[in-house]
């Protein structure tokens, strides 16, 4: 059965310090992964995406996470945080049922808090 | 840049009534998705729905829920009859291809009293 489980509920970090999310999937097909980043009171918006190719994924705001299949896991990263970064992050995987469609199951979140 | 709309923003609600809530997807975009998200909780899938008919869903989506796309261009979530159970964030997301690179629009906040 797919499902994902993001270690951290809540991460407290001071500005301008480096930053892991930790994000661990189970699934027994080939999977997509995706990080999403919920500020308060808004909708999702894609940080990044694993399809395919290689295993170190770049996205927006100088976030970048890294597939390990041996591991399944997709830990987001960033190098040195804003309090801009405060938000809820979101851990996805989605994959291909019989059906023909997809489905997709998120983490329970973390939520990042940035102090100054 | 193109993006995700949903209508209305927020809907109050009798226990009992029906409510349709409205998304507009991206237009060229071909896969349609419901999640809902209780407050504090998480994102959880409702249903996608491709090519006029659904393709996927969750145990969530039982008979009281139904998804339909009128026009070509919105895609609706019809609830029947809601529960107290039911309020939470609704997101609507679409994707133009498989695998679904899914973007969301910004939600429905729905107060079932």
């Known amino acids: 059965a797919q499902s994902v489980t993001q270690l951290d509920s809540q991460v407290p970090v001071f500005e301008e310090a480096p930053v892991e999310l930790r994000c661990n999937y189970s699934?027994?097909?080939?999977?997509?992964l995706f990080w999403y980043v919920q500020y308060p009171n808004q909708g999702l918006q894609l940080l990044l995406k694993?399809?395919?190719?290689?295993?170190l994924v770049k996205g927006i705001n100088g976030f970048e996470a890294e597939f390990n299949k041996s591991q399944t896991s997709f830990h987001l990263r960033k190098p040195s945080v804003h309090i801009s970064d405060t938000a809820e992050y979101f851990c996805?995987?989605?994959?291909?049922?019989?059906?023909?469609?997809?489905?997709?199951?998120f983490g329970a979140g973390t939520r990042l808090f940035v102090k100054a | 840049e193109p993006e995700v709309t949903q209508t209305p923003s927020h809907q109050v609600t009798q226990m009992g009534q029906e409510v349709i809530l409205r998304c507009v997807p991206i237009s060229n975009h071909l896969y349609f998705y419901w999640y809902r998200q209780i407050l504090g909780q998480k994102v959880e899938f409702l249903v996608s729905f491709y090519n006029n008919e659904i393709s996927e869903k969750s145990e969530i989506f039982d008979d009281q829920f139904s998804v339909e796309r009128p026009d070509g261009s919105n895609f609706t979530l019809k609830i029947r009859s809601t529960k107290l159970e039911d309020s939470a964030m609704y997101f609507c997301?679409?994707?133009?291809?498989?695998?679904?690179?899914?973007?969301f629009g910004p939600g429905t906040r729905l107060l079932v009293l």
């Open positions: 699934s027994s097909v080939s999977v997509y």
């Open positions: 996805a995987v989605s994959d291909l049922r019989d059906t023909g469609g997809f489905k997709t199951i």
């Open positions: 997301a679409s994707s133009v291809t498989s695998p679904p690179t899914q973007y």
């Open positions: 694993y399809l395919s190719g290689s295993t």
